[in-house]
């Protein structure tokens, strides 16, 4: 079947834009998950949803960041008067339930930024 | 503060050679240590996973081993191949309590080239 899907696969942004990255996960997976790879760094947790509760916000950057899931599947992760350190890669992961730590996690090619 | 550290940060290898990845974690509440390959242009996918109950877990070439008391866990590649050659993220996560749940945290990546 069909993987998490994200779009666009790149963006190229002047600095002080908004933008906006989508995320489609797997189909019927209720948790969803957003996360930032920069150069030379790990993957920073940025935020989590699950199924109808409130999201878990506690790894976003900034109050620039925000992001929202409508109707429990597709994700939209906006930066509003983008910065040059937003530069990075974008990762969506999608999993079954999200109850558990080893409930596998699946990530989709990423978003890749640029803030000129 | 970073929770989970990762070395080398580059590694060259040659076919046939053994690949050794070594992570070291801050936060004993973890429970739940994950290996996740990514190759160029995609996203991270799951390789094999531990939890601490275990000194060490073999799938194929690839082991973890598993050091509780010096909060410590390594991956091995035995018979490492071109086909290997990717970036390698270990991570950790913590199972229960609040909305958290399978948020992991990850070490900085290693890129390992393996030459034929």
């Known amino acids: 079947g069909a993987g998490v899907s994200q779009s666009p696969s790149n963006k190229v942004t002047e600095k002080g834009k908004d933008v906006e990255l989508r995320c489609d996960p797997i189909?019927?997976?209720?948790?969803l998950y957003w996360y930032r790879q920069s150069l030379g760094q790990g993957l920073e947790f940025l935020i989590y949803f699950q199924g109808n509760s409130a999201p878990d916000k506690s790894g976003l950057p900034s109050d620039r960041f925000s992001a929202e899931r409508t109707g429990g599947s597709v994700s939209t992760l906006t930066i509003q008067r983008t910065q040059q350190e937003d530069s990075a890669v974008y990762l969506c992961?999608?999993?079954?339930?999200?109850?558990?730590?080893?409930?596998?996690?699946?990530f989709g090619p990423g978003t890749r930024l640029t803030v000129l | 503060q970073q929770q989970v550290k990762q070395s080398p940060q580059s590694l060259i290898v040659q076919k046939g050679g053994i690949s050794i990845i070594n992570c070291a974690y801050e936060?004993?509440?973890?429970?739940?240590f994950p290996w996740y390959q990514q190759f160029p242009g995609k996203g991270p996918a799951l390789l094999i996973a531990i939890r601490p109950d275990v000194s060490e877990k073999k799938e194929g070439r690839f082991t973890i081993s598993f050091n509780k008391s010096a909060k410590q866990f390594s991956l091995h590649i035995m018979d490492s191949q071109p086909g290997d050659s990717a970036t390698y993220f270990c991570?950790?996560?913590?199972?229960?309590?609040?909305?958290?749940?399978?948020?992991?945290?990850f070490g900085q990546g290693t890129i390992l080239t393996v030459h034929p």
């Open positions: 189909s019927g997976h209720t948790a």
């Open positions: 991570a950790a996560s913590i199972d229960g309590g609040g909305t958290s749940y399978g948020k992991l945290t």
């Open positions: 992961a999608s999993s079954l339930m999200g109850g558990l730590s080893t409930d596998t996690q699946y």
């Open positions: 936060n004993t509440a973890f429970d739940y």
